[in-house]
């Protein structure tokens, strides 16, 4: 029985489509998510904006373990030699080159011809597969091209190295019966393709894409590209679902956890819905979990770890260290920790990068006859820094401390304040934005005390900046 391995492009598409724009920590979590079902790959976005791309593909690189982390490289040196180096740190990489191959998209989109687009497209194929023996050719708009050309496209990636030619649907216009005989067809004209993985990619126009994948599949393909949020392609869990029902009918099966499948999409709907900002992060099935949760300071780490469980985080034992202690910090000060409050805790707690600075404490003076004073301690390695500075309140003085701490002075770009929850115990959510080499780096910080929450935000954010310079 051939396995059928699903490469996830949700995070690709989102962006392509512009349908999301889903934060640093968001894309995180759905990478989580995937790891934690099963999916064979999961393909992010490549590298457009150097230094930040570089630290997100690098923080998603140190989550992937079982699943291939698939990276789009540009046809230029450069951009491969950048992504591998960001992409490095995952257990198993694939670099992806991408071409237009239909003779409207060479000459308007690519500028290229059709015999210099092959040359280009395999000379680029050679360069990542001298860094890994994992490289994937993408045709993105393969079935509007003549089979015999895209056949001379394949036999010149496959002897450059390529080991998986993924063709795409982009117009979405097939029916099943037409891409199956498409797929088909692409087997006779390249012989090559029996020796790798073929991957497909289809459009939902015609609302047959999962239809479309599962001829495919039948056809002879290997690797189905679906996402985990409606976006217009092939629906991971339709065609997971369809390959467990029919996995001995199709002579295929699918390494994805089915029985995990619905919590997983809810999941990652939550964190893709339109409103997420304005609405609660407990609705539907999740709420069903955790409605009327209460947790005090004599909650343990087991306990507290339950719940966390139950809105869907599954954090590393660094990350539930890290949530229970800060945890641990606000019901210090509160009779009660509820549902919404630990989600902002985990929210700010986990999934961030090695802490070059950590916050040792504070002391703030201010009043309305003198300026503020704040007195703030970092520890850098280990290392205790110490200033104290003047400032137009208590916030402010204390971001000059922490710059006298680091030594350097960045730029605010934003800063915000809002309540997590209601009432006299009410916990604040802070964020700020600093600029650092012309790139955000945003910062979240959590506390019942608004200037801690603002220091948080700022040594968080500082601390992506400190990771970045350093890796």
Known sequence: MRDIRVSDITMREAIASKALSLSFKEKLEIVKILARIG??????????????????????????????????????????????????????????????????????IQRKKADTLIADAAE????????????????????????????????????AGAKTVTVCDAAGSMLPEEFAQFIADLYQAAPQ???????????????????????????????VKATSYPMGVVALDNVARILAAKADALGAQSKVRVTELKRAMNQIARLCCDDRSKASLFTGTVSEAVE???????????????YVERLGYSLSDEDAEAVFEAFKKIAASKERVSATELDAIVASAALQVPPTYTLDGYVINS????????????????ELIEAVSLGDGPIDSSFKSIESVVGKHYELDDFSIQ???????????????????????????ISTDIVESSIRAYINALNKIAYEEQN
């Open 124 to 159: 680029a194929v050679a360069k990542c597969a001298q860094l890994t023996d994992d490289v994937e050719f993408v045709a993105i708009d393969a079935t509007r091209t003549d089979v015999a050309y895209l056949a001379r496209v394949i036999d010149a990636v496959v002897a």
């Open 292 to 306: 009327g949760v209460v947790l005090t300071a004599g909650d343990d780490q087991a306990t507290v770890m339950q």
């Open 193 to 223: 393709l029996k020796d790798i993985d073929l991957g497909i990619s289809c459009c939902n126009n015609l609302n047959m894409a999962d239809a479309c994948a599962v001829a495919g599949v039948m056809a002879g393909a290997s690797i």
């Open 367 to 382: 009043g309305l006859s003198f300026k503020a004073t704040s007195h703030i301690s970092l520890r850098k390695n280990g």
């Open 419 to 445: 309540a997590v929850t209601e009432g006299r115990e009410a916990m604040g959510e802070s964020v700020v934005k600093l600029i650092a080499d012309g790139k955000v780096y945003s910062g979240r910080g």
């Open 39 to 108: 999916v064979g790959s999961i393909e992010v976005e490549g590298i457009e904006s150097s230094k930040v791309d570089s630290l997100r593909i690098k923080s998603i690189a140190s989550l992937v373990k079982n699943s291939t982390l698939a990276v789009p490289v540009k046809i230029d040196e450069d951009s491969i030699q950048a992504v591998w180096n960001a992409a490095k740190g995952a257990k198993h990489v694939r670099l992806q080159v991408e071409a237009a191959v239909s003779p409207s998209c060479m000459e308007y």
